[in-house]
């Protein structure tokens, strides 16, 4: 998979925040976070752990994540009223390898 020049600068706007790049790393692991009714492997971690963990408010942590949404790093899935994100890993390597490539 190759990210465009406009995509590229997405992704590098949005781990442009210490905060945002560190929930990206906190979702590598998602069994690290709290038990939730499905498991955050298979569905993604709540929001409400990924806020209390942050330290912020829900309202700044759903900026955060729709951020890395925009920028696709993450994916979101909805389970009646919580929203539970994981890392899309085939973007996160894209990026990686377009930091790597050498023209």
């Known amino acids: 998979m190759d ?4 995509q590229l600068v997405a992704v590098f706007k949005a781990l442009g925040h210490p905060k945002r790049l560190q929930i990206l790393e906190w979702l590598r692991h998602p069994d690290s976070f709290p038990a939730q009714d499905q498991p955050a492997d ?15 408010s829900q309202s700044t942590a759903s900026e955060y994540m729709a951020i890395l ?14 929203a539970h994100y994981k890392r899309n890993e085939p973007v996160i390597a894209a990026a990686a390898a377009a930091l790597s490539a050498t023209d």
Do not use: P, S
């Open 3 to 6: 990210l465009t020049e406009e």
């Open 42 to 56: 298979e569905v993604g971690v709540c929001l409400k752990h990924i806020t209390a963990r942050a330290g912020v």
């Open 69 to 82: 949404q925009r920028a696709d790093l993450v994916t979101v899935r909805r389970i009646a009223q919580w």
